[in-house]
């Protein structure tokens, strides 16, 4: 069966951006204990820094507020974390059956954008509310999840899917 470009192309960033998904909620499921180690080492240069009259004052204060995370942050991180490890395996899952044009592996992939593109907003939409220096690295990627996410999805939603209402390898009739 000769694939359309737009399965190969849907399937492929779908297993780069699965595989990346997963390795990046795996990231932030430690990402709490990560920045304690780092708040430990800022924490002694500041200590320092405190002391040092030709340490610029602004930046300084700037230092101390990137490291300033509510107090919510580390549980969020984990529960956000673990959805985005569901989300990410369930979105490689749907691009390797995609690649594979299994019966409704078209509506399985649309299913895992539009669970990454509520994850993403959702994500966004909470961590901003932090107020933090750190909540601006967090937006970022996840709107740029969810721009990517929506692109493929459009894709998908204007392209012809005929192939997907039969099996693989079936003749149509």
Known sequence: MNKPTWVKVIGILGIIFGCTGILGSFQLM???????????????????????????????EV???????????????????????????????????????????????????????????????TIITSGSFMSIMFVMGAGFSLVIDLVLLIVILTSDRSMFKQTAGMPQP
């Open 63 to 125: 230092l101390e507020g990137f490291w300033d995370l509510p107090e919510w942050f580390g549980v969020w991180a984990i529960v956000f974390g673990l959805a985005g490890l569901i989300v990410a395996a369930f979105y490689l899952f749907s691009a390797i059956q995609l690649l594979q044009v299994k019966t409704s592996s078209d509506k399985m992939m649309i299913g895992a954008l539009l669970a990454s593109i509520i994850l993403a907003a959702i994500q966004a939409l």
């Open 30 to 60: 430690v990402m709490p204990k990560v920045f304690e180690f780092q708040q430990k080492i800022v924490g002694v240069a500041m200590d320092e820094a405190r002391h040092d009259a030709d340490f610029p004052v602004g930046l300084r």
